[in-house]
């Protein structure tokens, strides 16, 4: 009943030993393709894999040289006995190497990883969309200058070019701007100053009109240049921004109102005699 036991496991670890040769054989042309790709950390990885399948395979003629020991004949057990240390030391042996592709790995590893605070270029490169549109902007005053301004108090970004990131479609101003991945804060403080634009002017007459995307998509791109308001390039079509310029014309044709010492509002409200002034004439 021994030697029929014994039978059963041989075959059962000549079994095993089949399937992990199937594994080495995987193994190897994996670390094949990953030397032709060349890229050093696939291939370290490949080699510890070849070393693990190895590993199995020693592991596996181990357990063959023990079934056939347990199998075989009292008389020739002294002989296979050394079969056993022999497969013994081979599983010792690749143990090591295993041991020495898991540490050439792992400094593959911590070589591709960046220093502890600094971004990997993909982060470095991850942006912030965020999107908007306001109905009707071309037929109100200084709309797109004033989203200027707020993209510049927010530390926007332009999406692509300037024409893109305010761009009309009709009488609708589109809004896309980005902002660096690590500054969610000032893009979600933009998207809330445009929603709630008509709340903190509601003379502009913006209520119902702003359309702001409350979804943030995240893009990659390799550069981005800030947007200032001082960049705002009034177009033909649009009602322009009002400058200091206009204001100050505004200003000086105003009517002015003389208002002599004689006056008797003057004399009323005065808190000094009327005679201390040489003239109350506005200025």
Excluded at 115 to 140: D, S, W
Excluded at 207 to 225: A, N, S, W, Y
Aim: hydrophobic share 40%; charged share 30%.
């Amino acid at each position: 009943m021994a030697a029929v036991g014994g039978t059963n496991e041989l075959s059962l670890a000549q079994g095993k030993l089949s399937v992990v040769e199937g594994e080495l054989d995987g193994a190897k042309r994996e670390l094949v393709a990953a030397k032709a790709e060349g890229d050093a950390q696939l291939i370290t990885k490949a080699e510890l894999g070849v070393a693990e399948a190895k590993l199995g395979v020693a592991k596996a003629e181990l357990g063959v040289a023990e079934a056939k020991w347990v199998a075989a004949l009292e008389e020739q057990k002294a002989t296979l006995e050394e079969s056993v240390k022999t497969a013994q030391k081979s599983v010792e042996s690749a143990q090591k190497v295993v041991d020495a592709a898991t540490k050439a790995y792992e400094r593959a590893l911590d070589a591709a990883a960046p220093p502890h605070g600094v971004k990997n270029r993909t982060e470095e490169n991850q942006h912030l969309r965020v999107t908007a549109r306001i109905a009707g902007a071309k037929q109100m005053q200084g709309i797109r200058a004033a989203a200027y301004m707020r993209a510049e108090e927010h530390c926007a970004r332009y999406d692509g070019t300037k024409e893109l990131s305010f761009r009309y479609e009709s009488d609708d101003l589109h809004i896309s701007l980005l902002f660096l991945v690590e500054d969610r804060r000032n893009a979600e403080k933009f998207q809330s100053s445009l929603s709630l634009w008509h709340m903190h002017n509601p003379l502009v007459g913006l209520e119902g009109k702003v359309f702001v995307t409350k979804q943030v998509e995240v893009v990659q791109r390799d550069t981005t240049q800030r947007v200032f308001l001082e960049e705002y390039v009034a177009q033909e079509e649009e009602s322009p921004m009002g400058s200091l310029a206009d204001f100050k014309a505004a200003v000086s044709s105003c009517p002015t109102i003389s208002v002599g010492s004689d006056n008797e509002l003057v004399q009323f409200q005065c808190l000094e005699k009327p005679e201390g002034f040489a003239s109350l004439d506005a200025y």
